[in-house]
T-cell receptor, first 112, second 113 residues
Framework: EADIYQTPRYLVIGTGKKITLECSQT?????MYWYQQDPGMELHLIHY???????EKGDLSSESTVSRIRTEHFPLTLESARPSHTSQYLC???????????FGPGTRLTVT | QKEVEQNSGPLSVPEGAIASLNCTYS??????FFWYRQYSGKSPELIMF????GDKEDGRFTAQLNKASQYVSLLIRDSQPSDSATYLC?????????????FGSGTRLQVQP
């Protein structure tokens, strides 16, 4: 059972607003990830972190930024939301000793 | 060539039949492999993982790995309509493991009642 949480679950926001998507896990996992997925499409890795104060960009270029100040927390921020950012954002984490990757429930973002 | 390849489907099987989902990977250094189930609009859920050549069984699910052929499969016995979902195959590369898993694009399974 994975203990990884994302808030909000759904967000509808206007163009130009700043938003932060929250992701937290209580498993003590050191590696955390953000994926973007459009309906019926494949997962795209946009950011990852393998520990506190380390972040890297993923395979898909994204205008979002992330931070990792605490092990359990990996928020994603969009400084100025655009309709092209409309998508589902999935957070995931993996432990050091195991390689199973667990996903949070996701945030469905709609930018109008 | 994608690093992890799956047939997009849909794969349609009757209720009670065996569904066979296949996946190939290109990185020979890949160490371990994962199968996820994703219902429409939901996040992926880990079903099984396999590290060694051969079969691994868990309930109605059997994962099969053949590293020489770079081939992974998932068998679902006694398929139920509730098994209808997209199944994602993922591989962990042979590096330090700092990177995320590499996912295939998924196979959509439809189990007909």
């Amino acid at each position: 059972e994975a203990d990884i949480y994302q808030t909000p679950r759904y967000l509808v926001i206007g163009t130009g607003k700043k938003i932060t998507l929250e992701c937290s896990q209580t498993m003590g996992h050191d590696k955390m990830y953000w994926y973007q997925q459009d309906p019926g499409m494949e997962l795209h890795l946009i950011h990852y972190s393998y520990g506190v104060n380390s972040t890297e960009k993923g395979d898909l270029s994204s205008e979002s930024t992330v931070s990792r100040i605490r092990t359990e927390h990996f928020p994603l921020t969009l400084e100025s939301a655009r309709p092209s950012h409309t998508s589902q954002y999935l957070c995931a984490s993996t432990g050091t000793e195991t390689y199973e990757q667990y996903f949070g429930p996701g945030t469905r973002l709609t930018v109008t | 060539q994608k690093e992890v390849e799956q047939n997009s489907g849909p794969l349609s099987v009757p209720e009670g039949a065996i569904a066979s989902l296949n996946c190939t990977y290109s990185d020979r250094g890949s160490q371990s492999f994962f199968w996820y189930r994703q219902y429409s609009g939901k996040s992926p859920e880990l079903i099984m993982f396999i590290y060694s050549n051969g079969d691994k069984e868990d309930g109605r699910f059997t994962a099969q790995l053949n590293k020489a052929s770079q081939y992974v499969s998932l068998l679902i016995r006694d398929s139920q309509p509730s098994d209808s979902a997209t199944y994602l195959c993922a591989a962990r590369g042979g590096d330090t493991g700092r990177r995320a898993l590499t996912f295939g694009s998924g196979t959509r399974l439809q189990v007909q009642p």
